[in-house]
């Protein structure tokens, strides 16, 4: 169907064009409905194209895309097909992702990798091949779910931690290069929300295999399974957020999600206070001593 069959919310100013990754399932299906019930048009993206129209039914404003966000080359096939379809890609959430768990040394390095091949390089290839068509329309917002461990790491979270800690670091550094040319960056960072993260299809825990940690990965493993469900934060609430945000002329460059977050946040920035603090006579010695 072209553009112009489209229904007449098609035509208003505020009418953007929003490609979701991993929209089949999770936040990201809550973030495709917020966006379409916002009269919005939606590329909905992932590894499942069957999965994702199920989850959203059918509607005239919405195309689902097969995309597997850690292959650049699919990456760019469903960039196309959104601006194929539409003619513009105003609002990129790179929402996709999945959660290896375990204590580092048990890890196994395929998996680490497979982390940051889905949440941190994923982002990137996405990002890559949406760039292109965002810089021609001088406008654009790439929002990026990260999480709070992007801002504070933990026992059981190195893989997905490494990955997030990342996706802060290129998002921050993004946000200056493409902002004179019209384009936002905006990371979220969630706290505990009842989305799909810690389900048996998205979280693979390491298999136990050093004594020293047996105990401890037991206990995690235990009570992460038992909050699966059970997390205080509401997804379609946050996806409501995400687009609101969306819609600000100066989106920021975080939010904080959940009270939860706000706390880290807060956390963070006393830690790093303290740290600086502690030590600031020799920190600030270090300079060659001028003769």
Request: no cysteine; aromatic share 6%; proline share 4%.
């Amino acid at each position: 169907m072209d553009t112009a069959s489209t229904t007449t919310e098609t035509t208003t100013t505020d009418r953007k064009v929003w490609l979701i990754t991993g929209a089949g399932r999770g936040l990201g299906t809550d973030i495709a409905k917020a966006a379409l019930a916002a009269g919005h048009a939606v590329v909905a993206t992932g590894r499942n194209p069957v999965r994702v129209t199920e989850a959203l039914g059918e509607n005239d404003a919405l195309l689902v895309v097969a995309l597997d966000v850690t292959d650049p080359d699919s990456a760019t096939a469903a960039i196309a097909a959104a601006l194929d379809r539409f003619g513009r890609i105003d609002v990129l959430v790179n929402n996709a992702g999945n959660f290896n768990a375990g204590f580092f040394e048990e890890i196994s390095p395929e998996d680490f990798r497979a982390q940051l091949e889905t949440t941190l390089f994923g982002p990137i290839n996405v990002t890559r091949a949406a760039l292109p068509a965002m810089r021609a329309q001088r406008a654009g917002l790439v929002v990026t779910i990260s999480s709070t461990a992007g801002l504070q790491g933990g026992e059981f979270l190195s893989a997905y931690a490494a990955s997030k800690f990342g996706v802060e670091g290129w998002a921050e550094s993004l946000a200056p290069e493409v902002a004179p040319l019209g384009i936002r960056t905006m990371l979220v960072e969630p706290g505990f929300f009842r989305t799909e993260l810690l389900s048996p299809e998205s979280t693979r825990y390491a298999e136990s295999s050093i004594g020293d940690y047996a105990e401890r990965a037991e206990q995690t493993v235990t009570a992460w399974k038992g909050m699966d469900g059970r997390q205080g934060g509401d997804p379609a609430k946050l996806a409501v957020a995400v687009v609101k945000h969306a819609a600000l002329d100066q989106p920021p460059l975080r939010f904080a999600a959940g009270r939860d977050a706000v706390e880290v946040f807060q956390a963070r920035a006393r830690e790093l206070r303290d740290q600086a603090a502690a030590h600031r006579e020799l920190s600030s010695g270090l300079a060659y001593d001028v003769p």
